[in-house]
């Protein structure tokens, strides 16, 4: 029952906070629930973020089939100082993710910091939530520069 009172709590954030994604996301998880077919949960905790992931990248790669950018846009990437940051901003970003990645599989507890976060995020700082992944790799750099602070090993 506590979960189910979670999932409701998490709609209204959603929809009080403007967040469909959280909300629609708590509502399928409630119905689920409800519905008893809580035998999908370890299937969608499992491959769930693999499922998201491939949407995300999909609707990223959708300009490419939709012939919206093509090699022109590819070689001014190289060649002007926006384009490098870019290329640099996305290698960066993936290297965070695989960071955080790491750190949920090492302490997946930490999921319920990452969801209440996001949610403040989205709430008070008017945030998009793209998801754990990223919000885990900044925890980890948040976690090795605390250690590297605190003298930690």
């Not at 993936?94 to 976060?117: C, E, F, H």
Request: charge should be positive; proline fraction near 3%; glycine fraction near 12%.
């Amino acid at each position: 029952m506590t979960g189910q009172i979670i999932l409701v709590a998490l709609i209204i954030v959603g929809v009080v906070g403007r967040s469909s994604i959280i909300a629609t996301a708590a509502c399928i998880l409630l119905a689920i629930k409800l519905v008893h077919l809580e035998r999908f949960l370890p299937g969608i905790e499992r491959r769930g973020l693999e499922l998201g992931l491939l949407f995300l990248t999909l609707s990223v790669l959708v300009p490419f089939a939709a012939g919206k950018i093509g090699w022109k846009d590819f070689s001014s990437v190289l060649t002007s100082w926006q384009g490098i940051l870019a290329l640099i901003g996305g290698a960066a970003a993936t290297y965070i993710n695989s960071k955080g990645l790491d750190l949920l599989r090492i302490d997946p507890q930490i999921i319920a910091g990452l969801v209440l976060g996001s949610i403040v995020g989205i709430v008070v700082l008017r945030g998009i939530p793209v998801g754990p992944l990223m919000a885990a790799g900044i925890t980890a750099i948040l976690y090795k520069l605390f250690q590297m602070l605190s003298g930690e090993s």
